[in-house]
């Protein structure tokens, strides 16, 4: 069964620094998205991506956050100068096309820690 | 308020016991239903979509009701595996995109 991959699975950095939270979604699904979970709350929405743009974006995801889907296989997710809230563990998800963009399938989650 | 509301949790039953989870949303907007369920530290997985009609898999079923605004997940015969976290989730139509919304989860935990 096809899934989504993400990696690393965890990624530990400093204050400040820049990280890269990569994704691979489904091959055939058109539909991306990332989504934050800090430890102990709800999972939150980051971002949807689509035919190569941002259509939905919300208020977490500041001029500090960028995605890019830089070839036709990854999409990644890139916090140029981390802090310490950023700490969270993020999902990667993709839904297909047509009757099927009702499901989102979510890949593992990088766990990211900013010390 | 929140759009997504659920039970706070956690509940403990025993194996074999029958649980209902509910589940509130705020926006009429709200297109699409699903319940998700999340192992600890693990990525939250589809359980079902939530469908008006209501509708059922095996030992889970699920009712919406559009006009309360009111979702539901019974689970039957409650098994050791079925312990985790489950997930009300919304999806928005949002400018021509959806995107899912989600309550804070209720823990369930099923013991021998």
């Known amino acids: 069964e096809p899934e989504v991959t993400q990696t690393p699975s965890h990624q530990v950095t400093q204050m400040g620094q820049e990280v890269i939270l990569r994704c691979v979604p489904i091959s055939n699904h058109l539909y991306f998205y990332w989504y934050r979970q800090i430890l102990g709350q709800k999972v939150e929405f980051l971002v949807s991506f689509y035919n190569n743009e941002i259509s939905e974006k919300s208020e977490i995801f500041d001029d500090q956050f960028s995605v890019e889907r830089p070839d036709g296989s990854n999409f990644t997710l890139k916090i140029r100068s981390t802090k310490l809230e950023d700490s969270a563990m993020y999902f990667c998800?993709?839904?297909?096309?047509?009757?099927?963009?009702?499901?989102?399938?979510f890949g593992p989650g990088t766990r990211l820690t900013v010390l | 308020r929140k759009e997504v509301e659920q039970d706070p949790g956690p509940f403990n039953v025993p194996e074999g016991a029958t649980v209902a989870f509910n589940c509130t949303y705020s926006?009429?907007?709200?297109?699409?239903f699903f319940w998700y369920r999340q192992d600890c530290r693990k990525e939250p997985k589809l359980l079902m979509s939530?469908?008006?009609s209501g509708n059922e898999d095996g030992r889970f079923t699920a009712q919406l009701n559009r006009a309360s605004q009111y979702i539901s997940l019974l689970i039957r015969d409650s098994k050791l595996s079925d312990s985790a976290t489950y997930l009300c989730v919304v999806k928005r139509f949002s400018g021509g995109y959806n995107k899912l919304i989600f309550g804070a989860g209720t823990r369930l935990a099923v013991h021998p």
């Open positions: 926006n009429s907007a709200s297109q699409s």
């Open positions: 939530v469908y008006s």
């Open positions: 998800a993709s839904g297909g096309a047509g009757e099927s963009t009702d499901t989102q399938y």
